[in-house]
């Protein structure tokens, strides 16, 4: 297919996404705007953050950094001040709610916060919100919900993403 399309931009972002031709069209602009966007990963499990920063930069995103959760955490977003924090909900959703509106509180006002979960949960779109996150997703293997969400954010700045 890649040697015969008319479209290569166009098929590099359906094999990197596992997005479906059904309307999730993306530019190959948008996707590099995309793609380019600071990331912080905050997830207390080092396995689970190398695993979702290696399919992150797999799929072509460049400026990733993941950490775990603890007081160097927000000095680090402090620091960083990434478009986007993805961070792990986890088990302890009361001070994990309290944690983010911490790192929410140390962000660039046009950063977004993106909550993460193993399986979804009946009420993690309440605590999401709690949390300050503009939105949540679940983990899945090679993390096309979590680059959905990511291509779905709109930053003001640049309305960029083909999914809504």
């Not at 931009?9 to 793609?35: M, N, Q």
């Not at 302890?92 to 399986?119: D, G, T």
């Not at 293997?141 to 954010?153: A, F, G, M, T, W």
Request: contains cysteine; proline residues 2%.
């Amino acid at each position: 297919a890649q040697q015969f399309t008319k479209h290569q931009h166009a098929l590099e972002y359906f094999i990197k996404t596992g997005a479906s031709v059904s309307g999730d069209a993306i530019s190959k602009e948008d996707w590099d705007v995309i793609t380019n966007r600071t990331i912080l990963f905050i997830d207390r499990d080092a396995q689970e953050r190398a695993h979702i920063e290696g399919k992150l930069k797999s799929k072509g995103f460049k400026k990733i950094e993941g950490i775990g959760k603890g007081k160097e955490t927000v000095e680090m977003a402090r620091r960083l001040q990434p478009d986007i924090v993805i961070f792990d909900m986890g088990y302890e959703f009361l001070p994990n709610v309290e944690f983010c509106k911490q790192i929410k509180e140390v962000m660039k006002p046009k950063s977004k916060l993106i909550m993460i979960a193993e399986m979804l949960q009946g009420n993690d779109e309440a605590i999401a919100k709690s949390a300050g996150a503009d939105t949540y997703v679940v983990k899945t293997v090679e993390c096309e919900l979590l680059i959905k969400c990511i291509s779905n954010l709109k930053f003001g700045d640049t309305e960029v993403g083909g999914y809504g």
